[in-house]
């Protein structure tokens, strides 16, 4: 082990040389979601964006290529999962793909959302391939006024 070694744990010239062999793999055969752990999959193929709208919760998740008939949202308790399904093209004939990597696909993706809502009034709405819930909060959560009065 070199003085370097010693100090830091490890070899940075050696983690630098990993790092430049993945980027140059990467540049070369290009990147597939079949690279990637099945657990990180998810979030990638559904990223979402969770808003606090003052009596609402609201969730956006992009789905491009998904149909809204292809698209299940269940809410168990407090947590929300959002299953979509990209379907299979058909084959073109007498054509041999040079390059493939938009497959059919079928994706879950869920979250525990911050609070109680109110699922029986729940509304979705499915635009360019963006999914908008909005999740009424329960009234246990909802902000309330309260009246102060002079004694």
Do not use: C, H
């Not at 983690?15 to 979030?43: F, I, V």
């Not at 808003?51 to 929300?80: E, F, H, S, W, Y």
């Not at 525990?112 to 819930?133: H, K, Y």
């Amino acid at each position: 082990m070199n003085a370097v070694n010693d100090v830091l744990g490890f070899d940075p010239l050696a983690e630098l040389g990993a790092y430049r062999d993945a980027l140059r793999q990467l540049t070369e055969e290009g990147w597939s979601p079949r690279d990637m752990a099945p657990s990180s999959l998810a979030s990638v193929l559904v990223p979402v964006d969770m808003l606090d709208a003052g009596p609402d919760l609201i969730i956006r998740a992009n789905m491009p290529g998904v149909k809204a008939d292809n698209i299940a949202i269940t809410l168990i308790g407090q947590t929300l999962t959002l299953k979509g399904e990209v379907a299979a093209e058909p084959q073109w004939d007498g054509a041999t793909y040079l390059r493939r990597e938009r497959r059919a696909t079928k994706y879950t993706r869920s979250l525990v959302l911050p609070m109680e809502v109110q699922a029986d009034q729940a509304a979705a709405r499915f635009n360019d391939g963006v999914l908008t819930l909005t999740l009424p909060k329960s009234g246990s959560v909802r902000p309330r006024a309260i009246k102060v009065t002079s004694a």
